[in-house]
């Protein structure tokens, strides 16, 4: 009786902690292809509320669209097919966290007239970010062809009925904002 029990147990653990792994694959490409389509609405939906106490969400979907398509460039994500990784999800404060690691890609075609001194100074503050490691310009069709490694935490608390939403950790600033030092350490961050 003991060993049923035992592996009732282990099965129930087992298919507790896989379908929250799945479930944060899940939302973690679903966030990705909204991400593809510049799906603000989508994107928004999957962004963790507490972002929202810093930023309203309208203002972050206008600063976003700005962002991607403006008087100076039009940015567009590539789908180079990322391999996401996750680390352990960890239970810290009620909360269930992951750090999610992957490639991100993405053209940032120039508008109006492009001098080769304003191309030489975007190329070395690109490179000098530790996002892109990958920095390419095609004169031809004045853009950038940039990539390199990106990280988001998966969180999942009450907030969000216990769905998994995402803060971008390639900003690092805002995720101090919303996270305590403790929580950064507890991930590795």
Known sequence: MKKILALLLFLTVSIGFSQTLDGLKTQTQKMYKSSLDMNFDTIMDLTYPKVFDIVDRETLSGMMKAMFDNENMTITLNDIKPTFTYS??????????????????????????????????????????????????????????????????????????????????????????????????????
């Open 88 to 189: 352990d999800i960890k239970e810290i404060d009620g909360k269930k966290l992951s750090v999610i690691r992957y490639r991100n890609g993405m053209k940032m075609a120039l508008k109006g007239e492009v001098t080769d001194e304003m191309v030489n100074a975007m190329q070395q503050g690109l490179k000098s970010t530790p996002q892109f490691d990958t920095v390419n310009y095609d004169k031809a069709t004045k853009t950038f062809i940039i990539e390199g490694p990106s990280v988001m935490i998966g969180v999942a608390d009450a907030t969000t009925k216990n769905e998994w939403t995402f803060v971008n950790y390639d900003n690092e600033q805002l995720f101090n904002m919303i996270f305590d030092e403790k929580i950064k350490t507890a991930l590795g961050l």
